[in-house]
């Protein structure tokens, strides 16, 4: 009867029930489980856990809290905010960078721009003194960054020289522009790997794909916030819980003596 208010199958049930989701079941004469109203106020908040902050964040708070151990349900949950923070920060960092590659384009220098015609037309690419040359950069600075990971030059065949075609020029005006904004290597190597992963590369497509990601982290930040509620509300309700009892009995005295103290 539980799983059919629920919406949900009776093997869903079992399975919330087995992981710890919910609080064990007693057993009928017969062996089948007997599922009752603490069952029944315990699955709403699993349920909405489940949905906010995933199945295995979920199943590490509902068990926690079942056995009493409300401080480990808790420091799960604030280590999972706190990696929406991280994400956060990561992605405002990158956005940040992106603004400054998108009003620097790579062409917006008529010398680059030249180089960058003739690499089109001709299909070469620049040696390491050219390129450090239109960047304003020392050829050590471009093989520094290489060394970083941060850029891929090729090899000419013929002499073995490193050569930059257009993707890899991009590349390294990208990581000059960054340098000199005074942004992380680690920044700079996440805005690298995010112009590599996006369709065309375009500083522009890259920030409306950051942009959708903060959205999506401000609807997960927004929904484990209720999911939190919910589980506040269920613990208010459980003061039965042996590892509960002192912490609600502690939060009623203190809002007593500032009552009383006022």
């Known amino acids: ?8 199958s009776v093997q869903q049930l079992r399975n919330y029930e087995q992981a710890g989701l919910l609080p064990a079941a007693s057993r009928s004469a017969s062996g089948y489980r007997e599922f009752d109203e603490y069952h029944r106020r315990a699955l709403i908040p699993a349920r909405a856990l489940v949905g906010a902050y995933g199945w295995d ?9 079942h056995r009493g151990d409300l401080k480990t349900a808790v420091a799960r949950i604030d280590h999972a905010h706190a990696e929406l923070d991280r994400d956060r920060q990561r992605i405002q960092q990158a956005l940040h960078a992106f603004e400054v590659v998108v009003t620097h384009p790579l062409d917006a220098d008529p010398r680059m721009a030249a180089a960058l015609d003739q ?33 891929r030059p090729g090899r000419d065949r013929a002499t073995g020289y490193r050569v930059y075609d ?8 990208l990581v000059r522009l960054l340098r000199e ?7 700079i190597r996440a805005a690298l790997a995010e112009m590599h992963s996006s369709a065309d590369g375009r500083p522009e497509r890259v920030g409306a794909e950051l942009n959708r990601r ?3 982290l401000h609807e997960r930040s927004l929904a484990r916030l209720r999911a939190d509620a919910v589980l506040v509300a269920y ?11 002192g912490e609600i009995a502690g939060r009623q005295e203190g809002v007593q003596g500032e009552v009383g103290g006022g």
């Open 1 to 8: 009867m539980l799983a059919r208010e629920a919406g949900i």
């Open 57 to 65: 964040d979920a199943v590490t708070i509902m068990a926690a809290v």
């Open 119 to 151: 690499m089109n037309r001709q299909g070469a690419s620049l040696r390491v003194g050219q390129l450090a040359d239109l960047l304003g950069v020392r050829t050590s600075a471009l093989r520094f960054w290489e060394s970083a990971g941060l850029i």
């Open 166 to 173: 257009r993707a890899a020029a991009r590349d390294a005006h």
């Open 181 to 187: 904004g005074n942004f992380p290597t680690t920044i």
């Open 214 to 216: 903060d959205l999506q």
């Open 235 to 245: 613990l208010d309700w459980r003061d039965d819980l042996p590892g509960l009892r």
